[in-house]
Every structure is written in structure tokens, then in C-alpha cells.
């Protein structure tokens, strides 16, 4: 495990909050978790402190009303929500109340809001003087506009490395003595498992190493893949993150060659070999430029090299729901990416997502608050998540987002030179299942002047169609391909304008992704610096 974490026995961050404003006299606490269990633990943990140790714990839900820790009811009548907030403003002694998915009642449509909104008013001053606490625990933030100057917003974090090799080395004693079972940990291999746990809460880990157990007899390293399968399934149930699952490499990407130099002197970077020798976290990277030209396609691939997790960050689907939903969703997934961390956070088209950030947006300043949530997290966050934006239309980018700071670097993606269109159209070539020697590259990069990656990608298929026309025996030759080179209209053309502009605003600005043409480009091709991607295929596994 990694220096400077909280020793086994230590208080979590979210325990040491909660004793500091349980002693301070904080009356009303709401703690954002879904995981109900793990938050009463870990408080009941806190009430056995000596300043804490007068208040006993108390929990609360519509189905049982008032309970003590082991489900025995303290009045059965607290069932009823309206009747619940009077019982323990008049409750004798000194306790912490855990109210459980009581935002239901908080919310402006439920009959009962206006009764329980102005109950709650009522207890902050008597709280503060009876050494009483109460904790409104909740997956989601439902806070009314009345309560928000007497409610103080508790985050419980995922559970980090420590918490989760506990919890693997008692799913190891449970499992031991069982002939069925097989264990093979090696040294180092708990703490890749560990990793692999990453990103999950405490109930969804236990339940993705029953399953690793279950499906292959084994506790192994190998499996780690099975895990990871497991946290893709539950990152996509959040809505606004997809685990983004690609076999592309720098490989697949034809030219950038300075864009690719910067990221491979950032892939080790993560490690605590650099915290040694004095380096951050790399923060992030924004690419614009010219659409096709391999911006997304960077993204992808840089996943794969650096052998970390991509979350596609949808920003669209954050702008939904209720009043104050909007800023909820984008909480929840900026944890979620810091649980999995480290990892990279894709955020595609960033412009679109941000359209209202600029205040030209009616949504009564939703797009405003959001983005100002964003942009304080990706200058304070100290988890490893290494965020890369695109953009095609930099005039929609609000300047906050553009500054040092925010991001490790911006790079400017042009279109592809005479040498790299030779690239691209050598590693199309190859990608369908052709010989691109046997082809005059060269001779169709100086015919391409303009065209963007994604152009010819298009020209390479187009080719392919017209030959299959002629005959399923018919070679792909490249005269097919001169045809379709002549039929493409590229976007620099019909939308000259436009990109002519995007190129002049970024010359000077931003750092370029590519180096000055150096080669001849009557060079008959460029040969592939590194072999196209290959898909790797996940072995079954079956059941014993």
C-alpha cells in the first residue's frame, strides 16, 4: 500500500469530520451515501471516543421507526414521519439519531414537507444545547432552500485500499479450510486485487469477490479482469459515466508525434516513484481542433498505453431531473471517478456540454453552477484522475476553463501533413486486411491536401465498396481508391471559412500536436510505427 494512508484502526476522513462536528454542537447532519450499513459502523465507531462516549446510537427509517442498533424499537409510533422529529426533540438523553432516506419528506410534492421542513427548524436550537445530533443519511442530495443555512453536507468516500484489503482478507478466512476453493497469492497479488476493488462500495466488493469464488473456485490474481468486468457494470448503473472499454494504441493514430512524445513522459507519472522525486498528479489535457483529425481518437488511445480505466463523462445527461439535480449528478460522478482513480476522465465535445455556462442559458443559472463545480474540482482535486477534454468549437469555451491550472497542457490538432496522411492511409490499409505497400501511398497523401483522419478512413471504405461492386474477386487497386478521392468533398473545402479561421485563431496560442514537415513528400510511404491494434479477446470462464 501506498506512504501517508490511514493506518488499519485510524479514524476515516469522514469519522474524524463527524466526531469534530458532533463536539462543535452541529445539530442537523446530512451524509450523501448508499451505503446505510457501512455509515452506521463507522459512526457507532465514533460514539465509543471518551468526548462521545454519553451519546448512544439510535436509527430510524418509515418501515421501523425508531430502533436501537440491533433493530429493537424504541416507540413503534415513530414510524410516522410527522412524529418522528417531535419524539426526539423531547427524547431525554444525549444521542446520535440516524434518519434514514428521509429526503422522501423533505421534498417539496410530499404532503408532509411543510410540517417536517419547519420541525426540523425547531430542533437546531435545542439540539445545539442537549448534545444531540442528527444525521439525515441519503443516496442522493435533497436539501430545501429553508434548511440550507442549519444542515452541514457530510460526504462518506468509497472505501480506500486499507478498508478493502481488510474486507478481502476476511472473505480469505471465511473461504479457508474449504477443499473447493483454491487461493494462490503470491506476493504483491493482494494488493492488485485490491485495485482492482477500486471504485466499489463496501456491500458491491464483497459481492464481486462471492462472485470471482463462485464462477471460478479461485481466489487468484488472473481474475482481476473479472472484477473490473463487475465495476464497469456498476460505473454504467450511475447514468452520467460509461466505462469506455477500446483496443486502440498509439498505433492506430497517424502522425501527432509531439502530442504522443508529451503524453508517454506522463504514462509513469503516476506512480509513487514520482511523488519521490518531487512530481504532482499530471492534472489533464484539453485537444482542439479541426473535427476528424484523431482528437477523440487520442483520447481512447491513451487509456490504452497508459493502462488505465477510460470514463466517457457524458455532461449532457448531467442536466436533467429537479431543481438542484443537475449539480447532484455532477457531485456523484466526479466521486465515482475519484473512487476508480487512478483513472482517465473523457469528457468528449466539452463545448456542448458547457453551451450554457457563458449565462446566455434560461435554466436559471443550472449550467453556471455546474460548470463552476467542475472547474473547482479539476483545480483542487488531489485524487489521481487525469481528465482530457475535446473540443471543436473553441469560441463556446468559457476563458476560465482555458487557464493554467485547469489543465497540464492544450494542444492544437491541425490537419494531417503530406507524412501523416501517408500514415493514416497506411494503417486503414492495414486495417482491412490489406498490404499498404502494394499501394501508392505517397502518390494519394499529395492528392488528399486538406482531408482530415476521419476523410480518409472514409476514403479507404469508400474504395473498398467499389471494388466489392465489381465482383467479390476484384482487387482492391488504386485506381478505386483515386475514385474516391475525387468524389470526397473534404470539410476544409465546405466549410473553408470556418476552418480557415479555426486555424489562424490557434496558430501562436496553442502548442501543436504534430512537428514541421521534415520528410519529402514524394516518399513512396511511411512505414507504420507500431503495429495496428488487435482486440483481445476475454477468455470464457465456466462454471464448476
Request: negative net charge; glycine residues 6%; contains cysteine.
Amino acid at each position: 500500500m501506498t506512504g501517508g494512508q490511514e493506518q488499519p484502526g485510524a479514524l476515516t476522513a469522514f469519522q474524524r469530520a463527524l466526531r469534530t462536528y458532533a463536539r462543535a454542537g452541529y445539530p442537523i447532519l446530512y451524509l450523501v451515501t448508499a451505503e446505510e450499513d457501512r455509515a452506521v459502523e463507522l459512526m457507532s465507531e465514533v460514539l465509543r471516543e471518551p468526548e462521545l462516549a454519553q451519546r448512544q446510537p439510535y436509527v430510524w427509517s418509515v418501515s421501523r421507526g425508531l430502533c436501537t442498533l440491533d433493530f429493537k424499537p424504541v416507540d413503534k409510533k415513530t414510524a410516522d414521519p410527522k412524529q418522528i422529529l417531535p419524539a426526539l426533540l423531547a427524547f431525554p438523553k444525549p444521542a446520535l439519531f440516524v434518519l434514514q432516506d428521509f429526503h422522501f419528506f423533505l421534498d417539496e410534492r410530499s404532503p408532509a414537507a411543510p410540517l417536517v421542513i419547519r420541525q426540523l427548524r425547531d430542533l437546531v436550537p435545542a439540539f445545539k444545547a442537549a448534545r444531540k445530533t442528527l444525521v439525515l443519511v441519503s443516496s442522493v442530495l435533497k436539501l430545501p432552500p429553508e434548511l440550507e443555512k442549519d444542515v452541514t453536507v457530510v460526504d462518506l468516500d468509497l472505501p480506500r485500499e486499507e478498508e478493502l484489503l481488510r474486507l478481502l482478507e476476511e472473505t480469505l478466512e471465511q473461504v479457508q479450510g474449504n477443499p473447493k476453493v483454491d487461493v494462490r497469492l503470491g506476493p504483491g497479488d493482494r494488493e492488485l486485487i485490491v485495485k482492482g476493488l477500486l471504485g466499489l462500495t463496501r456491500s458491491e466488493a464483497e459481492n464481486a469477490l462471492a462472485k470471482v469464488i463462485v464462477e471460478t473456485s479461485r481466489i487468484d490474481p488472473d481474475d482481476v479482469d473479472l472484477l473490473l468486468a463487475e465495476k464497469e457494470q456498476i460505473i454504467r448503473k450511475s447514468g452520467t459515466l460509461e466505462f469506455y472499454s477500446t483496443p486502440e494504441r498509439f498505433g492506430s493514430i497517424g502522425g501527432l508525434d509531439l502530442l504522443k512524445q508529451w503524453l508517454r513522459q506522463r504514462g509513469s507519472a503516476f506512480s509513487e516513484a514520482a511523488r519521490a522525486f518531487g512530481l504532482p498528479n499530471p492534472r489533464g489535457l484539453l485537444l482542439v481542433g479541426v473535427p476528424g483529425c484523431g482528437k477523440s481518437l487520442s483520447a481512447k488511445a491513451v487509456a490504452a498505453e497508459w493502462r488505465m480505466p477510460l470514463l466517457r463523462f457524458d455532461l449532457g445527461k448531467v442536466f436533467q431531473g429537479y431543481v438542484g439535480q443537475s449539480e447532484e449528478n455532477m457531485r456523484r460522478a466526479l466521486k465515482m471517478a475519484e473512487g476508480v482513480a487512478p483513472c482517465l476522465l473523457w469528457i468528449d465535445e466539452i463545448e456542448k456540454g458547457l453551451a450554457g455556462a457563458r449565462g446566455e442559458s434560461s435554466d436559471s443559472g443550472t449550467s453556471q453552477r455546474v460548470f463552476g463545480s467542475l472547474l473547482t474540482w479539476m483545480e483542487e482535486k488531489s485524487a489521481p484522475v487525469f481528465v482530457i477534454a475535446t473540443a471543436n468549437d473553441i469560441s463556446a469555451l468559457p476563458p476560465e476553463l482555458m487557464r493554467k491550472g485547469r489543465f497540464d497542457e492544450i494542444f492544437f490538432i491541425d490537419l494531417p501533413n503530406a507524412r501523416e496522411r501517408s500514415q493514416i492511409l497506411a494503417i486503414h490499409l492495414t486495417k482491412h486486411h490489406r498490404d499498404y505497400s502494394e499501394f501508392d501511398v505517397a502518390e494519394h497523401a499529395r492528392n488528399t491536401e486538406g482531408f482530415s483522419g476521419a476523410e480518409l478512413e472514409s476514403v479507404v471504405i469508400a474504395a473498398l465498396y467499389e471494388a466489392f461492386a465489381e465482383g467479390e474477386q476484384t482487387q482492391l487497386e488504386d485506381r478505386h481508391l483515386a475514385q474516391a478521392i475525387s468524389q470526397t468533398v473534404p470539410q476544409s473545402r465546405s466549410l473553408k471559412e470556418a476552418i480557415d479561421q479555426l486555424r489562424l485563431l490557434a496558430r501562436g496560442r496553442w502548442r501543436p500536436a504534430s512537428g514541421e514537415e521534415t520528410v519529402d513528400e514524394a516518399q513512396p510511404e511511411a512505414p507504420l510505427a507500431e503495429p495496428p491494434p488487435v482486440a483481445v479477446k476475454r477468455r470464457r470462464i465456466f462454471e464448476v
